[in-house]
């Protein structure tokens, strides 16, 4: 069987961007955060206006069973509101890490015997790491993911190196891996080398492809 030397189509290298609904989910946390923390001064100034004016009164019990059930369902009150908002700063801390980067959404035409290229950066340190999508196209092709050692070996030889992922050959896949380790460089890798029939050769394939890679950032 021959080796087959993969052509370098003109490279399409995206670095990905921060998804517009990390950044709804921050400011919405950012905004119950803020609420909370009005809530908290509104339920202490009334506190005091209970306790000032037992101070001005000239009674000797001038805060009656009434108000003090008042102070202790507003102490249980602030309790509550703390705790929550301990928990609102824990979560915009973690969002502010969050980080999804877009390698592709939309189409993706390739030549017969050529090949297109994504690549994407994975910080050292990150955790929480995901790299997911799904592919459909009118021809079978190959997608594969690698890191840049194992790319440069597949360029010299489709057959070399290893994947990271790698979907079976066909029209469409899906891909939901955690596999990739922090500090290198990726690329996702789409190959179009069809079998021709009697002569007859598709000249090109259209893909419609989606993948993001999502981790926390270091």
């Known amino acids: 069987m021959s080796k087959t030397k993969p052509t370098v189509l003109e490279s399409s290298v995206i670095t990905g961007e921060r998804m517009f609904g990390f950044q709804s989910l921050k400011i919405s946390f950012l905004r ?48 509550s509101l703390k705790s929550e908002l301990a928990d609102r700063k824990a979560e915009v801390k973690t969002l502010e890490k969050a980080t999804q980067l877009v390698l592709i959404r939309g189409d993706v035409v390739i030549a017969r015997n050529k090949h297109n290229r994504f690549s994407f950066d994975l910080p050292a340190g990150a955790t929480q790491v995901r790299f997911y999508g799904s ?16 790319y440069l070996k597949w360029r010299q ?3 070399s190196g290893r994947s990271v992922w790698r979907a079976i050959p066909g029209v469409s896949g899906d891909a939901d891996t955690s596999r990739l380790k922090t500090g290198n460089t990726y690329y996702l890798i789409f190959y179009f ?18 993948f993001s890679l999502n981790y926390q950032a270091p």
Request: glycine share 2%.
């Open 32 to 79: 119950q955060y803020l609420l909370i923390k009005l809530i908290l001064n509104l339920v202490g100034f009334l506190s005091l206006l209970i306790v000032l004016g037992c101070s001005e009164s000239e009674e000797i019990n001038c805060v009656s069973e009434e108000s003090e059930a008042q102070i202790v369902q507003l102490q249980a009150e602030i309790t």
């Open 193 to 210: 080398a069809p079998a021709c029939k009697l002569l007859v050769c598709p000249k090109q394939v259209i893909i419609s492809a989606d």
């Open 135 to 150: 592919f459909k196209a009118d021809q079978k092709i190959e997608v594969l993911l690698r890191d840049e050692a194992n």
């Open 157 to 159: 030889n489709s057959r």
